[in-house]
Every structure is written in C-alpha cells, then in structure tokens.
C-alpha cells in the first residue's frame, strides 16, 4: 500500500503541473537511443536517408520521449513522480502500461515543454493477497509554436509484495 | 487512399539474448535509473530473482518493427502493455499484424496488433499501433 491514503491520492486526480522544460530533441541522444532499442535505421543516423525516405529531417523513435525523464529537462523539485509524490514504495513500482498519440514525428531540432496531469488513482486486490495500487499519469507535449506533438499516458503500478526490508 | 496495407499483413523481427548490459544501455540512453534494472542485489531484495529489462526498452525493440510497418510520418497512436518481465537473456520476437483497414475522412485508418514473446512463447509486451495514411 502506498505511504499515503488512497483518498487523499484520488482528491489530486485531475491536478496539472508543468514536468518538462527545454526537452531538445538532440542529434547524439537520438542515435544513441536508436542503438540502445536496437533500431539501427539510418533514418536516425542520417539526414539525407531520413529525407529520402519522406521526413523533414532525422526523426526520433516512437518512444524517444522517455528521455525527458533526464534531469536536465525536469523543473525545480520535479523528478521520475512527474511531480506527484504519491507514495509508492519504489521498489515494488512497474510500469503497467505506455500509450502515445501523435500529430506529428518528433524530430531532431524540436524543443518541447510537457504538462502533467493526474488522470487516475485505484486499487485492485493483488493475485496473491495484498494490494495494488494503479497510477495513470498523461503528458501533453508542445513545441517552441505551441503546437501539440504528442501526448504520452502512463501507468505505474504499485504491486501488492511486501516493501523491501519490512521484516526486517 | 492507399491500397498497401491488407488485413493479415505481417512483420516480425527478433532481437536474441538481451541481456544486462542492454538494460544498462538503455537506462543511459533513456534516463531510467531505477537499480531495479541493473543491480541484482537491489532487485533480489525487493522479490525479484534478478534484474529484469525496462518495459519502455522493449516497447522501443517492438517500435522497429511498427517503424518498418507502418513508417513514422503517419503514426498516430502507439500503445503497449507489459504482461511479463524480460529476464536477461531472452529473445524478443516481435510481431506487428495489420487487424483492419478502413476509409475515413483523414485517409486510411491502418491498425495493426503488436506483441512480442519470449523464446518460451510467453507474451511479454502487447499493445497496438495505428497509422492514418
């Protein structure tokens, strides 16, 4: 169970903060991350292969978003809770579920700010006794136009395992 | 309108033995630091055998394969939901299956189902894709 009520997360469900500033999409981290999906496309390595197969210019991958979970693009006292502490045990946390909506590819030369909002907070009873808990949180990507790019949803999972060191 | 895409199109590809140094490669890549991922130690003290792969690592391996199914200029939507933990050493096989195609007003509604098992035949990520042409 998380460290705080489940009523006391449901009364923030709707919330809305400002997650991602000067998320620019730069050339090294998108062939970097290509290789580490293992996507070696030379659409991600090479303009002219990215515009000769139709694209304005290298485009990132489909889930080349992630990467604003970086620090650097993270404002002031916001970090991987995308601004809610809801007080899920880190250890017992997975990710369930990803979705992305796109108007457009992401490409090298973009800079995006997200919002994040608080779409959802319930609990279901855990396979083998025990609680779990479900977080849906979405983020609105825009660019420097305001123009929407992208939207990414995610659900984090509290599972209903013991916390690490409680026999401690 | 496009005639390209047909129910029951098919593409797969299989990444073999993805193993530790993957996770670590993806957490440098994508931020992800959660130790779970790569300090076995960390991962054996909160219930698990060993570390396991980031689920966004393998929705990214699943996305070469909607890349090469459907492109990226057209892709809307991108969804994937993370059924099983991906052990060091698996194979991932992803399988990208065009499920229907459809006439509307912005073009050629193409989705496709997306999955990727294991070397066992066990599903470790499912979701869909879908691209507006």
Redesign the interface.
């Given at each position: 169970m998380p460290a705080k009520p489940i009523a006391a997360l449901k009364e923030r469900i709707g919330e809305t903060y400002r997650t991602v500033e000067g998320f620019g999409i730069e050339r090294g981290k998108v062939a970097e991350f290509a290789r580490a999906i293992h996507d070696a496309s030379d659409i991600y390595f090479d303009e002219t292969a990215a515009r000769d197969a139709g694209y304005e210019t290298i485009p990132a991958p489909p889930t080349f978003p992630r990467t604003s979970y970086f620090p650097r693009y993270r404002p002031d006292g916001v970090d991987h809770s995308l601004g809610f502490d809801l007080g899920f045990d880190r250890a017992r946390v997975v990710h369930g579920e990803q979705e992305y909506e796109y108007t457009r590819p992401l490409y090298v030369g973009d800079e995006l700010v997200g919002d994040t909002t608080l779409e959802d907070v319930y609990q279901r009873d855990g396979r083998n006794g025990g609680t779990m808990t479900f977080a849906v949180l979405r983020t609105e990507f825009v660019d420097t136009d305001g123009e929407h790019v992208l939207t990414a949803s995610n659900t984090r999972i509290e599972t209903a395992g013991e916390t690490a060191g409680e026999s401690k | 309108m496009t005639d390209e895409f047909a129910v029951g199109d098919s593409y797969e590809h299989t990444?073999e033995d993805v193993d530790r140094v993957?996770f670590v490669?993806?957490a440098?890549?994508?931020?992800?630091f959660?130790r779970?991922h790569y300090d076995d130690p960390?991962a054996r003290?909160?219930?698990y055998d060993s570390v396991f792969g980031?689920?966004?690592?393998t929705?990214?391996?699943a996305?070469?394969t909607?890349?090469q199914a459907l492109?990226?200029?057209h892709?809307?939507?991108?969804?994937?939901?993370?059924t099983a933990k991906v052990r060091p050493g698996d194979d991932l096989a992803t399988t990208v299956e065009v499920t229907a195609v459809e006439e509307g007003d912005e073009g050629t509604r193409v989705e496709a189902a997306v999955t990727v098992v294991n070397q066992h035949g066990e599903e470790v990520v499912t979701g869909t894709a879908v691209a507006v042409i």
């Open positions: - | 990444v993957d490669k993806y440098g890549a994508s931020g992800d959660n779970i960390y003290q909160a219930g980031q689920g966004m690592l929705a990214g391996v996305s070469r909607v890349r492109g990226l200029q892709l809307r939507e991108f969804r994937t939901r993370f």
